[in-house]
């Protein structure tokens, strides 16, 4: 069983920053790919960013490129998304995801097998 829990939410002024964490509690942390994603009220969850165990590979959305990064310290069993520019239509609750084993697209959610509980993130005009 692996537990995830987000921190690091807010509200934030258009053009802002936030960096949010996510702490893991599996043991075997640094073989887990990770990813970011996020929901906003009556929309559907989407991805936004995913890293490999090793931090080799990252998947993202042209949507946040350049503006999102994500980043993982294994030595702590913690990822991050660092958030920049943010705009209003970046308002949502954002979940982190651990992938214990290759199920499917990191692109989708059913290509995860645990969630955190969210973060709310709120940016204003």
């Known amino acids: 069983q692996v537990q995830l829990v987000e921190s690091g939410g807010g509200l934030v002024q258009a053009g802002g920053s936030l960096r949010l964490s996510c702490a893991a509690s599996?043991?075997?942390?640094?073989?887990?790919?990770m990813g970011w994603f996020r929901q906003a009220p009556g929309k559907e969850r989407e991805f936004v960013e995913a890293?490999?165990?090793?931090?080799?590979?990252?998947l993202y959305t042209d949507s946040v490129k350049g503006r999102f990064t994500i980043s993982r310290d294994n030595a702590k069993n913690t990822v991050y998304l660092q958030m920049n520019s943010l705009k209003p239509e970046d308002t949502a609750v954002y979940y982190c995801a651990a992938s214990t084993y290759s199920r499917g697209s990191y692109y989708r959610t059913q290509g995860y097998d645990y969630w955190g509980q969210g973060t709310q993130v709120t940016v204003s005009s």
């Open positions: 599996g043991r075997t942390f640094n073989t887990y790919t």
């Open positions: 890293i490999t165990g090793n931090g080799g590979i990252t």
